[in-house]
């Protein structure tokens, strides 16, 4: 099992296809999925890895989503308790559209 986690770096690896929430990674603190060829929307992935029932959901994350193929909105982070302060978020490279929801502060 992975579910100590704390980091995920797959940049440059010409991974295809969707994007998935991490579903069982209570612990994530960075991702990096950059330089790939990533497509579609970008999933509530933000804060879907965390299990509501998590005894210590307070974390900061960094988030690096940048150059590749996504689309669409930003999606705000779902926050079930606790907090989750993102102290870095990269989507450049990507074809996003809207603004930045306000939720990621």
């Not at 991490?22 to 497509?39: A, D, M, T």
């Not at 933000?46 to 669409?72: C, H, K, M, Q, T």
Request: with cysteine; hydrophobic share 30%.
């Amino acid at each position: 099992h992975l579910t100590g986690m704390r980091v995920l770096r797959l940049q440059y690896n010409q991974l295809e296809g969707d994007i998935q929430p991490l579903g069982q990674l209570p612990l994530l603190e960075s991702v990096s999925v950059s330089y790939n060829k990533l497509s579609g929307t970008i999933p509530n992935i933000v804060l879907a890895n965390r299990d509501p029932d998590w005894s210590n959901p307070d974390i900061d994350l960094e988030l690096d989503l940048s150059y590749n193929s996504f689309e669409g909105d930003i999606p705000p982070p779902a926050l079930y308790k606790g907090r989750c302060e993102i102290t870095s978020l990269r989507l450049e490279g990507n074809a996003l559209t809207g603004r930045i929801p306000d939720s990621y502060g």
